[in-house]
Each structure stands twice: as structure tokens, then as C-alpha cells.
């Protein structure tokens, strides 16, 4: 047998799964064949340290946005017409803002520059910004109408949040305004900077950071709100935590 | 073991909050870790998870227990993994018609000559330059585990593709880490 015959084995035999008889051949030829031992040895060393690889972690942060996110699924699947006037439109605004914001999260991942995967490619291949002025134009006008997007959504969640803030704590209210300040401030200066340079690409992406996590607090204080009004406090207290932090 | 996971989705379908979050307890480390590494960056990661369990939410009715709940949530996550990753693609293409296509994800050559030990983040580095198809296999079967008849199950295709495909990632990656 020639060695294409025995390189097709190897990844079985790396494996363990090569049937005895097989792997017994196998071994007498890597024993005799320099190319194919280092093949199998490289295709160990890859399984192994592919193995050990560190498992990256979601933040906290992404199951208090999903719950808010099945909650507000779970509203939309219940029968419209059980619900008061003043509820159906606080749960049309949520499942909107929610709508919106999954598309403008989307759209904006989607559209923005962001340099290829490849980049050898990238370092052979025109750029865009230095060459097509409808482009950068097209590009300017899709993050304004993302940056629309967002507001949209942070409106409807800042209205509802607003009328059940009175069953907040007021220290954990007091925390919440804080930070909702302090992203306010990134959102401003990113603005000012963008007024200043509308291609600079590190304001647009601070931006876009700064509303995504005003976007995130909201959908957090909806949450606890909710948490609190079912009176579970254990439930609240995981969200104050991430919070506070 | 397949009582209990159809106990389980029976419990989220039925509303059960708290079983949807043991769900997610139990599941979203790794199908984060696949997220992560199929899509690139931790925002993308975190936006592909979410979407993973709402749209397994939604779902949950039409789990049989013919596989495992783990490996039913990997299928489906790692579909929308790779419909996100075409459409991305999609776009970066339309914005950029002077790359090619086809040598988009190709090595560009090798990363390191480290003769014996392979550093990690080197590791981490040429799985993200693999194609589509052959990095979500070779995630599935060599990072996250997967023996191939449960990788061919997740990506929908047939065990001899599930080896192949690995096959041809170990090559290349054997190639970007400068040792083939």
C-alpha cells in the first residue's frame, strides 16, 4: 500500500477508533516512513491541544437579556384580548423595542467595517474608504438610520421602565440612574466626535457600544421590575449584583 | 438519560422558567465556546447565543428525543452560527466585490514553526482563518468532542463527510501552523 492509502487512516488512528488489524499495519509503516509519522504526530498535537483549548464564558449579562427577551415572547403568545388597554401597549412596546433591537444589533454587526478574516487578502485588496466616496456616503446613512433604530427601541423601554420605577428600591434606583448617566455621557461624546468626523470608525463603534449597553440596562430594569412585582427576590437580587457591577 | 431530557423539554414547554434556565445553565458555556469560535468576536458570540435559545425555545415542540437535548441544541445552534456566517459573507462581499471569494479563509501561509509544542492562541488563530464547513466540524469532533456519527447528525450530513471534513481542517491547520 502506498502512503495516500495510510495518511487516509491516520485521522482514525489518532482517534482510536482504527480497526486492530489496520492499525497494526499502519504502525509498521509509520515506522518505516518518516512523512506519515509526522503527520500522525501533528495530527495528535492538534487533537490534544484542541482539547485543552480554554472554554470562553458568556457574560452574565446574556441570560438576563434572554430572559427578558422569552418574556416578552411569552406575553406575545398569550391571548391579546386578556389583557388591559394600558398593558397591551406596554407589551406591544416591548416586543417592538425587542424586534427592533435584534435588527438593528443584527444590521449593525452586519454592516460594519470591520477589517476581512483572511488578512493576507485584505493586505492585497483596495480598501473602500480610500476609494469610494458613495460608499463611505451609503455607509454613513445606514449607521444613522441603526442609530435611529436604537433610539426607537430606547424610548419605548425608557417609557415602560419609567412607570414601574416606583417599585424599585430607591438605592437601587439611585444606582440605575447612575449608570444610565455615565452611558449617556459615552453616547454624547461619541456624537461630538462623530459630528467632528463622521468616518472615524472608533466613534462609530463606541457609539453603537454605549447605546447596545444602554439597551442591555434597560432590558436588565425591566427584568427586576418584573422580578419584584412576582416577589422573587432572589431572582432580583441576581440582577442588583450584576448591576452594581 | 433521554427521560429526563424529554422531561426537561416538556418542563420548558410548558412554561416552566426555571427549567429553561437549567437548560441554559447546562448548555450555554458550550455552545458560547462554539459561538465564539465559529463567529469571531465575543459581541457576535453573545448575540448568536441569545438567538441560539430563543429559537430553541420556540422549537422545543418538535424535540423527539431521538437525539439528545445537548446535541438537538447544538444542530440548531450551530445552523444558526453557519446561516449568520453566510450572511455576513453575503455582505462583506457586496461591500468589497476585489476580494476573492474563493481565497477568502484559504491559510495565508504558515503562522509559526514552533517543532514541537503548538501554542493555543496560535491554535485559536488558524482554526478562525478554516473555512465554514470544515471549522464547524472540526469544533465539533475536536475541540467540543463529538464522535463523528454525532457531528453528522448536527451538521446534517453523513459520517464519512464528518471525517473528511475534519480531515481536510487538520491538513490545513497542519499547513497554517507550519508543520506540513
Known amino acids: 500500500m502506498n502512503c495516500d492509502v495510510y495518511q487516509a487512516q491516520i485521522g482514525d488512528f489518532v482517534d482510536g477508533t482504527l480497526d486492530p488489524l489496520s492499525e497494526q499495519r499502519l504502525l509498521g509503516h509509520l515506522a518505516t516512513c518518516p512523512d506519515c509519522s509526522a503527520m500522525a504526530d501533528d495530527f495528535n498535537t492538534i487533537r490534544l491541544t484542541a482539547r485543552g483549548l480554554d472554554q470562553p464564558v458568556p457574560p452574565?449579562?446574556?441570560?438576563?437579556r434572554l430572559s427578558a427577551a422569552l418574556e416578552a415572547e411569552r406575553y406575545q403568545e398569550r391571548r391579546w384580548w386578556t389583557f388591559s388597554p394600558g398593558a397591551r401597549w406596554q407589551i406591544a412596546a416591548v416586543a417592538l423595542a425587542l424586534l427592533v433591537i435584534v435588527a438593528a444589533v443584527t444590521?449593525?454587526?452586519?454592516?460594519?467595517?470591520?477589517?476581512?478574516?483572511?488578512?493576507a487578502v485584505v493586505a492585497t485588496a483596495p480598501g473602500p474608504s480610500t476609494a469610494d466616496p458613495?460608499?463611505?456616503?451609503?455607509?454613513?446613512?445606514?449607521?444613522?438610520?441603526?442609530?435611529?433604530?436604537?433610539?426607537?427601541?430606547?424610548?419605548?423601554?425608557?417609557?415602560?421602565?419609567?412607570?414601574?420605577?416606583?417599585?424599585?428600591?430607591?438605592?437601587?434606583?439611585?444606582?440605575?440612574?447612575?449608570?444610565?448617566?455615565?452611558?449617556?455621557q459615552a453616547i454624547g461624546e461619541s456624537r461630538d466626535a462623530l459630528r467632528a468626523q463622521p468616518a472615524n470608525e472608533v466613534a462609530q463603534q463606541s457609539l453603537f457600544g454605549a447605546l447596545r449597553s444602554k439597551v442591555t440596562l434597560l432590558q436588565e430594569t425591566l427584568t427586576l421590575i418584573n422580578e419584584m412585582r412576582k416577589g422573587n427576590q432572589e431572582g432580583a437580587a441576581r440582577i442588583v449584583s450584576g448591576l452594581n457591577q | 438519560m433521554r427521560s429526563a431530557d424529554l422531561e426537561l423539554a416538556k418542563r420548558c414547554r410548558n412554561g416552566d422558567a426555571a427549567a429553561f434556565e437549567e437548560l441554559y445553565r447546562t448548555h450555554a458555556g458550550r455552545l458560547y465556546g462554539l459561538a465564539f469560535r465559529m463567529a469571531g468576536s465575543a459581541q457576535e458570540a453573545e448575540d448568536l447565543l441569545q438567538e441560539m435559545f430563543l429559537h430553541a425555545h420556540r422549537k422545543l415542540g418538535t424535540f423527539r428525543g431521538e437525539s439528545s437535548l445537548g446535541t438537538w441544541l447544538y444542530r440548531l445552534g450551530m445552523n444558526q452560527c453557519l446561516d449568520y456566517l453566510r450572511g455576513k459573507q453575503a455582505?462583506?462581499?457586496?461591500?468589497t466585490d476585489s476580494l476573492d471569494a474563493a481565497g477568502a479563509?484559504?491559510?495565508?501561509?504558515?503562522?509559526?514553526?514552533?517543532?514541537?509544542?503548538i501554542h493555543r492562541l496560535?491554535?485559536?488563530?488558524?482554526?478562525?482563518?478554516?473555512?465554514?464547513?470544515?471549522?464547524?466540524?472540526?469544533?465539533?469532533?475536536?475541540?467540543?468532542?463529538?464522535?463523528?456519527h454525532e457531528v453528522a447528525s448536527?451538521?446534517?450530513?453523513?459520517e464519512g463527510t464528518s471525517k473528511s471534513q475534519v480531515h481536510k481542517a487538520r491538513m490545513k491547520l497542519r499547513t497554517m501552523l507550519g508543520r506540513g
Open chain 1, 60 to 64: 452574565d449579562r446574556a441570560w438576563t
Open chain 1, 134 to 184: 458613495d460608499l463611505v456616503r451609503s455607509v454613513e446613512t445606514e449607521l444613522k438610520l441603526a442609530e435611529e433604530h436604537y433610539e426607537k427601541a430606547i424610548a419605548g423601554l425608557e417609557q415602560i421602565t419609567n412607570a414601574g420605577r416606583s417599585t424599585l428600591d430607591p438605592q437601587v434606583a439611585a444606582v440605575l440612574q447612575k449608570n444610565l448617566s455615565i452611558i449617556d
Open chain 1, 107 to 119: 444590521w449593525t454587526a452586519l454592516r460594519q467595517v470591520t477589517p476581512a478574516p483572511a488578512p
Open chain 2, 91 to 95: 455582505r462583506m462581499s457586496q461591500a
Open chain 2, 105 to 117: 479563509g484559504e491559510p495565508a501561509g504558515p503562522l509559526s514553526s514552533t517543532p514541537v509544542v
Open chain 2, 154 to 158: 448536527i451538521l446534517g450530513v453523513s
Open chain 2, 122 to 148: 496560535d491554535l485559536e488563530r488558524a482554526i478562525r482563518r478554516l473555512p465554514d464547513g470544515c471549522r464547524a466540524a472540526f469544533l465539533l469532533h475536536d475541540v467540543e468532542g463529538f464522535e463523528h
